[in-house]
């Protein structure tokens, strides 16, 4: 209404200026001045008429998205990212596309989990966004960066599927989505197949391709099946379609704006050069100017007014989509209480005015503290927990008596263990003294640092011929060799091997320690096979076979040696 009033005063300035020219015989120049001046008006306000709709309708497509984002239970990290409205983030990928109503089950089944997923430009911007996570500690995301993702599209033998009875076709291509997304949609519905039933399903072949009938079954190529009933999650509701209808209004407002703005540069160049000409008639315009601004002023406050409505207007339907939003949420409150009453089982429903019923539980609670606290199950309660409390006290006499049985088994394990580990270390320890004497005329023995504790360090002492009892660590390396290989041979004769393979033994001996390493040895061998490794002449002196290495022409030679045996 207020539209049609400033078109009509606009073609009243405009019959009015007509009307003045005609009057005073104003130039044809000053006419087409006037003319122009009209259209300029005219644009302008057209102009912040499709801007501030386009305010508008951006205002509304948020608010529905924020519906559908509530409605999807969207996580935390995928909220935050969304908020942040960072360049080159497109949205989930629920946002970019657009699927027919009747095959929303599918669609929502073939993606699945990829419905959350975040569409972003490169694998920078994905980079970005999950430091930006880590940083605030808020949650995690997954994100398809456009320039990375591989598509998913099905082979020629696959495609040959769809012309089965059936089959509807490959989901991808059911869904509209702009061609930049392309590889997006291809990596998460490219290589899915919608069917007509789960029967059309298994007559193709199960584990052939991956395929999702129209009422949610879905069959992975691994031949992994998930069926039963499906409710629709609302990630691809209506809200999708109006948000597609405002955008597609709100693209050609824009170009509606960009063809204004260069009409209007062309009507303001033409403006300048009238101007230009009407200088000299500027006098005989005055009264026609007078008129005119009267209009014009007439017009401003029809505009204002306008204008008024319009934020009026606005402010309605930001309350309206407000109210849907709070419908959103008691909604999903209604389903979620229908949910924990449907656990109860049957209940009874009461028909009459809140406000009774909330008088009446009043007065029923003033009853209640008149009468004041009684617990009448007292007496049963009681028995209950006196019952419970003989069966606690028998399980925990029970539990002491195995707890002393596991401890008396531990003590005799323990003791048993002692009794094993010290009988062994006494034996190795007689041996290692008889080997240290025959190889050094000297006695030695081993210890434990705490007698009381197995995992304490054991001490060898030796005392060789002549010289007073030493640590392992205060003799010299001629002294640890001979003292070392006593210990070894003593436990080869506690707990004897097949065979032994020594790695130069006696390279720290002198000449007559080395013949009695040699002469031991040798007598040793009798019980057991020793592979010694060795530069001594005295230890090969001793030895049954003999092996020598040599380097001839950068080539490792292998000779072997029998000796006769001395009688």
Known sequence: RIDSAISRIEEELKVKSEEMLEKFGISSVVKELEDVKVKILRNKDRLESNRREIERIDGIIEKLKAIRRSRMGYSKGVQAILKLNKPGVYGTFADIISTPKEYKVAIEVAAGKHLQDIIVENEKVAIQLINYLKKEKIGRATFLPLNKIKRR??????????????VIGVASEIVDYDPRFSNAVSFVLG?????????????????KVRMVSIDGDLIEESGLMIGGYYSESGVLDSTELEIKEYERIKEELIEEINFLEVEKKQL??????????????EEELVELKKS???????????KSKREELFEKKSELEEEANKLR?????????????????????????????????????????????????VNMKAVEEYEKFKNEFDELKKKYEKIVEEKKAVVDMIDRIEARKKEVFFDCMNKISFFFNEMFKQLTGGSARLELEDPNDLESGLIIKANPSGKRVLNIDAMSGGEKA???????????RYKPAPFYVLDEVD???????????????????????????THNDATIKEADRVYGVTMRNGESKILGLELPEVS
């Open 153 to 166: 599209d099905l082979g020629r033998e696959k495609r040959l599927l769809l012309s089965r009875p059936g």
């Open 191 to 207: 290589s899915t197949v919608i069917v007509d039933s789960i029967n059309t399903a298994k007559e193709i072949g199960i584990g």
């Open 268 to 281: 303001e160049k033409k403006l300048k050069e009238l101007e230009e000409l009407a200088e000299k008639e």
């Open 292 to 302: 005119r601004e009267e209009l014009e002023k007439k017009l401003a406050e029809l």
């Open 325 to 373: 939003i709070e419908r959103a949420r008691v909604e999903a409150e209604t389903e979620k209480y229908k949910m924990e009453v449907e656990k109860f089982g049957k209940v009874e429903y009461v028909d009459e005015d809140p406000s009774l019923l909330e008088k009446r539980i009043r007065e029923i609670k003033h009853e209640l503290n008149k009468i004041g606290l």
């Open 482 to 492: 001979l003292t070392a290989l006593a210990f070894l041979f003593a436990i080869q």
């Open 507 to 533: 390279a720290a001996l002198d000449k007559v320690n080395s013949i009695k390493v040699a002469k031991l040895i040798k007598e040793l061998s009798k019980k057991a096979q020793f592979i010694v490794i």
